[in-house]
């Protein structure tokens, strides 16, 4: 298999893969309906039982209470950066899932446009083209701010946590109107 995939393994193949997987969550949505996101009702209940201990270690010294909000506070740190990674992921998910039917729909003609782009122009050409691009933009453009358009893209399809929100909105909405 490997020999096979070396030899017959072509550039435009991976975004061609891309395309294949949106092909079937769109057949999968658009069999399903709104069926498809059905996400869970589940909640997260964090509790903090911090100030319960705090008051039992009241009696002791400060430099321990310190460590204890220096504790508290890495930990909601690493809280925050896996709660980002999280949303990242289920971003990713929400795209091929077509939750946001125009921005995937706007994704699969990216990938549509590069396929044909790497179908047709030699990879070594595309390579020179970014390299040359990458290092004469300080000489072009030197007030240029470096953007991701990748990261632009993901911010604009909402997590599972903003879904649940919506759906909770509008639920309550149809039922003022009613």
């Known amino acids: ?74 930990c909601q740190t690493v809280q925050n950066a896996l709660d980002k990674v999280a949303s990242f992921g289920e971003r990713v998910k929400n795209t091929f899932n077509w939750t946001v039917p125009w921005l995937t729909m706007l994704m699969v003609i990216v990938l549509s446009l590069v396929t044909v782009i790497f179908y047709i122009i030699p990879i070594r050409y595309i390579f020179l083209a970014w390299g040359i691009k990458k290092f004469t933009r300080k000489i072009i453009k030197p007030n240029h701010i470096p953007n991701n358009e990748l990261m632009d893209f993901l911010s604009r399809i909402p997590s599972d946590e903003e879904l649940l929100l919506l759906r909770d909105v509008q639920a309550e909405e149809t039922k003022k109107k009613r």
């Open 1 to 74: 298999i490997y020999i096979f995939i070396c030899l017959n393994f072509d550039w435009f193949f991976l975004p061609v893969m891309l395309l294949i997987t949106f092909g079937y969550h769109y057949i999968k949505y658009s069999l399903m309906g709104s069926a498809y996101f059905d996400l869970g009702d589940e909640e997260d209940d964090d509790d903090d039982d911090d100030d319960a201990s705090e008051d039992k270690k009241g009696k002791e010294s400060k430099s321990l209470k310190a460590k204890l909000q220096a504790l508290y506070d890495v």
